[in-house]
């Protein structure tokens, strides 16, 4: 996927999950975002997240990013 395309994804993501974090608070921010993203985002939206995670892009929250790595755990668990 292009850059743009990347910044963009994450971008929303980091939208999605700060606007939980402010919502439900810290705690539970991280599942409701893992949850958002499962149920609503495609398989290649959430491909290129976790891609994103692999190349250590630095402007992800760090609610976004825990929450794709809850969603990697559990697609190999």
């Given at each position: 996927m292009?850059?743009?395309?990347?910044q963009q994804l994450i971008r929303m993501?980091?939208?999605?999950?700060?606007?939980?974090?402010a919502t439900y608070?810290?705690?539970?921010?991280?599942?409701?975002t893992?949850?958002?993203l499962r149920r609503f985002w495609s398989v290649d939206m959430r491909l290129t997240l976790a891609e994103s995670v692999?190349?250590?892009h630095s402007e992800m929250d760090e609610v976004l990013l825990s929450?794709?790595?809850r969603l990697q755990s559990?697609?190999?668990a």
């Open positions: 292009a850059t743009q395309q990347v993501g980091n939208q999605i999950a700060r606007n939980f974090a608070g810290a705690d539970n921010a991280v599942a409701k893992e949850d958002h692999a190349t250590k929450a794709i790595e559990r697609q190999t």
